[in-house]
């Protein structure tokens, strides 16, 4: 039951050597290209070392505690030389070569993986493509039948790079939270994936999430509620920045979210001043949407917005800053326009980019700014017309990659008003089909997104997203003819050897019954 696999370069298919044989060690995202290669197999374990010098040893310490899962024993790290067996870190701007130039904004994180000949080389141009090489070998690993107390990894060279720079997880805590240590496992499960943003959703009418030096009261009086009166809390200041170095080392950029000026309840709770009549409304624990908001002209808007904008830029170095501004139900479209603008106001003069909700393209925005659809059903007229005066556009299809729909209609958590996504759904599709007449060069990732009005846990998280969130991580790491050429059978079988390391790591999962499963 072999095929052949191909490798597309420049459309010209390129033989490997075998199909499904190799693809079952359950790579996935799928990489660019898989060649198995000749010889011994090359065998890891206990005294296998990571070896790297110089800015390469930024990932080593890491990646070895990430390896242990499957080496037994947390590898040491040194400078060299190198050893038989041992998992050599090279930077080196002649990386990914094999692919031809690959886009300026992915070959940082493009990779090659060689193995043979006794070696174990992962070689990249900047330390995001090392990392992803990383997981590569991570996965070749768990996959690899054992050896001398060891592990037998065959002769292989991956040459990889992604299709689009952002890749991410959108997260509501505001509904639910999440306490830290169960965003550290987030993070860590993006990274499997090789997944590179979580966008977390901090704020919404049931609850305020992060803490804010300028205005406490917003977690003060607001952190502690949640949809459903079920407990609340939110994240301190250095439980912000905790997570915040977590995801960077891994290679994770975190993107806050403060939604306005809808879904503005919890602020309006904390800071009656932001009313016209100055009267704070009650907490609010139900799940509808758009009724509450932020006004124009009330005075202490403005300076709510460029004071929240710029503790939480301080607070989160370099990422971009989503503004929201989804679902607003109540408000003339005009006093809309002037609030979007006030919140990308704040956000410039940071100095950052700009992330909103699709609805945000009704307003002049700033050049780069990135706009992420999501309500299909929505006109992309305003969306199209946005990416052509300078706006990225970041794919969140709700009928595909909405994470809190359901799988089936039998299923206990989730929602289902953008019907049902089981994991066959959320898997097939291409980006460039989505939008009528937006050019794909403006499309700078995909993001799968999970709002929290029924998850209480991170196990009721983890089995909306496993599987389905490998379905997403390929989506926009491969290329679809990559993805065509294996099908969704190929897919489901690579994900199966995946699932074994969920299990491993004692992540709930869902058996999703379009799927292979041990
Ligand atoms: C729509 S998507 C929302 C959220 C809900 C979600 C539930 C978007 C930008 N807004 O407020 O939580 O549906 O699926």
Do not use: C
């Not at 141009?125 to 690899?144: C, D, I, K, S």
């Not at 609340?232 to 995801?247: E, I, K, M, N, P």
């Not at 790591?505 to 058996?511: A, E, T």
């Amino acid at each position: 039951d072999l095929r052949p696999l191909h490798v597309l370069r420049g459309g010209v298919p390129v033989p490997g050597v075998a199909g499904r044989g190799v693809l079952d060690v359950g790579l996935v995202p799928l990489p660019a290209s898989v060649l198995p290669g000749g010889g011994a197999p090359v065998v890891v374990g206990a005294s296998t070392r990571l070896v790297a010098t110089g800015a390469a040893r930024e990932v080593a310490a890491v990646a070895a505690d990430r390896l242990a899962r499957t080496l037994g024993s947390v590898p040491a790290v040194v400078e060299g030389p190198a050893r038989p067996g041992d998992l050599e870190l090279v930077l080196s701007p002649d990386a990914v070569r094999a692919l031809g130039e690959p886009a300026v904004d992915v070959a940082d994180e493009g990779y090659d993986l060689a193995v043979g000949e006794g070696r174990v080389v992962v070689s990249a141009r900047a330390v995001p493509g090392l990392r992803h090489g990383l997981t590569t070998l991570g996965q070749l690993l768990a996959a690899a039948p054992p050896e001398g107390g060891g592990r037998a990894l065959a002769p292989v060279t991956v040459t990889d790079a992604p299709r689009y720079p952002w890749r991410g997880l959108s997260l509501d805590v505001a509904r639910h939270p999440l306490p830290l240590p169960d965003l550290l496992r987030v993070v860590d499960v993006l990274t499997d994936l090789r997944l590179n943003v979580l966008h977390l959703h901090l704020t919404d009418d049931q609850g305020w999430r992060l803490h804010v030096p300028s205005r406490p009261l917003l977690t003060e009086r607001s952190g502690g509620t949640a949809v459903d009166g079920d407990p609340g809390g939110f994240l301190t200041g250095a439980d912000w920045a905790a997570l915040v170095a977590h995801a960077r080392g891994r290679g994770v950029t975190v993107v806050p979210e403060v939604d306005v000026p809808g879904h503005t309840n919890a602020a309006l709770h904390a800071y009656g001043e932001l009313t016209p009549d100055g009267q704070a409304p009650p907490a609010y624990t139900g799940t509808e949407v758009g009724f509450s908001r932020l006004w124009a002209d009330v005075p202490a808007t403005e300076p709510f917005l460029r004071d929240v904008f710029a503790d939480v830029a301080r607070m989160t170095p370099g990422s971009p800053l989503h503004i929201g501004g989804d679902e607003v139900l109540a408000m003339d479209p005009e006093e809309y326009v002037r609030l979007v603008q006030m919140a990308a106001a704040a956000v410039e003069a940071q100095d950052r980019t700009v992330v909103a909700w699709q609805e945000a393209a009704a307003a002049p925005l700033p050049p780069g700014t990135v706009v992420q659809l999501w309500d299909e059903r929505q006109d992309t007229g305003p969306l199209v017309a946005a990416a052509e005066a300078g706006a990225e556009v970041l794919l969140s299809p709700a009928s595909r990659v909405y994470l809190d729909m359901k799988y089936d209609a039998d299923f206990p958590l989730g929602l289902d008003w953008a019907g049902l996504v089981p994991f066959r759904r959320s898997w097939e599709w291409d980006p460039d089909d989505l939008v009528p007449g937006l050019p794909p060069e403006h499309v700078v990732g995909v993001e799968a997104a999970l709002w929290s009005e029924t998850t209480r846990s991170l196990d009721d998280v983890t089995t909306l997203l496993l599987p389905r969130l490998a379905a997403v991580a390929e989506v926009a790491w491969s290329a679809q003819a990559r993805r065509d050429d294996d099908g969704f059978d190929g897919f489901a079988h690579r994900v199966r050897v995946l699932a074994r390391a969920w299990e491993r790591d004692g992540l709930r999962w869902y058996r999703a019954p379009d799927g292979v499963w041990d």
